[in-house]
């Protein structure tokens, strides 16, 4: 079992829809979580983290779930320019090393 | 744009070849991890300096090597390059205050290797 999975896609939205991503983790030990957006053949860039209580930024709002061991991504009012790979990332407190899914494939369409 | 610049940005080398990635820092920061990406993955950890000291490692074998300089500029060095060392190579750099979680990372833009 992979120890960060992600639904790989691709995900056909229309433009304006709401979308949803979840990603689960193994390790219970995790303490921080992320997602970035890759965009084709471009590096990884940090989208949010996520918090315990969750959080908001513009039309993004990320949940973590540590009973069931999963972080969600929603994406309100999508632009076409939300059209990127979305990666899930793990860390645990004990060290530094980052756990990425294999990401999550959203095409935008108008 | 981040501010980390990676050389090259595209190579091709031939099995058993040696190749050397380099990459500089953004301005401030201390810490370097480099990830190697494979298509359609996502970046797995390699190696992590930390004030020109290796600080910590994934699971790739010894022909995985780097370095970082005292301007914090960092190469990663692969010997016997395999077929399977195609991917493209990021590196990203941070600032810690103790070398532990510097989660955010800033990438750079990577290297594309070929291996034929």
């Known amino acids: 079992r992979k120890e960060v999975e992600q639904d790989p896609g691709p995900f056909n939205v229309p433009e304006g829809a709401t979308v949803a991503f979840n990603c689960t983790y193994s390790?219970?030990?995790?303490?921080?979580f992320f997602w970035y957006r890759q965009d084709c053949r471009k590096e990884p860039k940090l989208l949010m983290s996520v918090y315990s209580s969750g959080n908001e930024d513009g039309r993004f709002t990320a949940q973590l779930n540590r009973a069931s061991q999963y972080i969600s991504l929603l994406i309100r009012d999508s632009k076409l320019s939300d059209s990127a790979t979305y990666l899930c990332?793990?860390?645990?407190?004990?060290?530094?090393?980052?756990?990425w899914g294999a990401g999550t494939k959203l095409i935008i369409k108008p | 744009e981040t501010g980390v610049t990676q050389s090259p940005t595209h190579l091709i080398k031939t099995r058993g070849q040696q190749v050397t990635l380099r990459c500089s820092s953004q301005?401030?920061?201390?810490?370097v991890s480099w990830y190697q990406q494979a298509l359609g993955q996502g970046p797995q950890f390699i190696f992590q300096y930390y004030r020109e000291e290796e600080n910590g490692r994934g699971n790739f074998p010894p022909r995985f090597s780097g370095l970082q300089f005292p301007n914090y500029s960092s190469e990663l060095n692969v010997n016997a390059l395999e077929l399977d060392d195609s991917a493209l190579y990021l590196c990203?750099?941070?600032?810690?205050?103790?070398?532990?979680?510097?989660?955010?990372?800033?990438f750079g833009p990577g290297t594309r290797l070929t291996v034929t």
């Open positions: 990203a750099s941070s600032w810690s205050q103790t070398g532990e979680n510097p989660y955010e990372q800033y």
């Open positions: 990332v793990v860390a645990m407190d004990s060290n530094y090393q980052l756990i």
């Open positions: 301005s401030g920061h201390n810490t």
């Open positions: 390790n219970s030990a995790s303490q921080s």
